[in-house]
Antibody, heavy 117, light 108 residues
Framework: VQLVESGGGLVKPGGSLRLSCAASGFTFTDFNINWVRQTPGKGLEWVSSISSSSSYIFYADSVKGRFTISRDNAKNSVFLQMSRLRADDTAFYYC???????????WGHGTMVAVSS | EIVLTQSPATLSVSPGETVTLSCRASQFINTNLGWYQQKPGQAPRLLFKSASARATGIPARFSGSGSGTEFTLTISSLQSEDFAMYYCQQYHDWPPYTFGQGTKLVVK
């Protein structure tokens, strides 16, 4: 059972970045996938959630209108398209699986996003 | 939004001791609470769901309790590998899922 994030990097304020989360070892369509971020040295902040069939999508207020979550069940992957990035979006981004309204039982290793000029 | 407050922020303890970490919710969340452990450079690891249901592979020295708004995580006979950050998370009323700010266990 594994989640692997990719796509992080250094981007200028106002720029865009697309994160990917590749799943393996479990029935992908049985689970919601979430993105959670963590500022270096700080706590955890839930960012977005997508249901198994993409019917339900939710965002934290801090990213609403700037981030878009999607998934490709044929490729066992979830994506987070981030636009109009700001310095306070700088964080480690984790994807994590959950049954709807439940704990996050499997997490990826994370990918770092740095927004700086 | 439900706010979770963890206390204390830092706990200084010696191996072999028993510690209790606290998580308080700003409103009723029944037992819809999880606990996570995070070590430096690693992703969070699920310890408990439903406040007291131990996740797969979690040693019995870890126990969780509470309901409503008050929750505790107890670690008995602390081992060296237990020194880490611990977070609580509510999933009673979401979105958003919310996390506490964490408690750091350090070696005395």
């Amino acid at each position: 059972v594994q989640l692997v994030e990719s796509g992080g990097g250094l981007v200028k304020p106002g720029g865009s970045l697309r994160l990917s989360c590749a799943a393996s070892g479990f029935t992908f369509t049985d689970f919601n996938i979430n993105w959670v971020r963590q500022t270096p040295g700080k706590g955890l902040e839930w960012v977005s959630s997508i249901s198994s069939s993409s019917s339900y999508i939710f965002y934290a207020d801090s990213v609403k209108g700037r981030f878009t979550i999607s998934r490709d069940n044929a490729k066992n992957s979830v994506f987070l398209q981030m636009s109009r990035l700001r310095a306070d979006d700088t964080a480690f981004y984790y994807c994590a699986r959950a049954i709807s309204g439940d704990v996050f039982d499997v997490w990826g290793h994370g990918t770092m996003v740095a927004v700086s000029s | 939004e439900i706010v979770l407050t963890q206390s204390p922020a830092t706990l200084s303890v010696s191996p072999g001791e028993t510690v209790t970490l606290s998580c308080r919710a700003s409103q009723f969340i029944n037992t819809n609470l999880g606990w996570y452990q995070q070590k430096p450079g690693q992703a969070p690891r699920l310890l408990f769901k439903s406040a007291s249901a131990r996740a797969t592979g979690i040693p019995a020295r870890f126990s969780g309790s509470g309901s409503g708004t008050e929750f505790t995580l107890t670690i008995s006979s602390l081992q060296s590998e237990d020194f880490a950050m611990y977070y609580c998370q509510q999933y009673h009323d979401w979105p958003p899922y919310t996390f506490g700010q964490g408690t750091k266990l350090v070696v005395k």
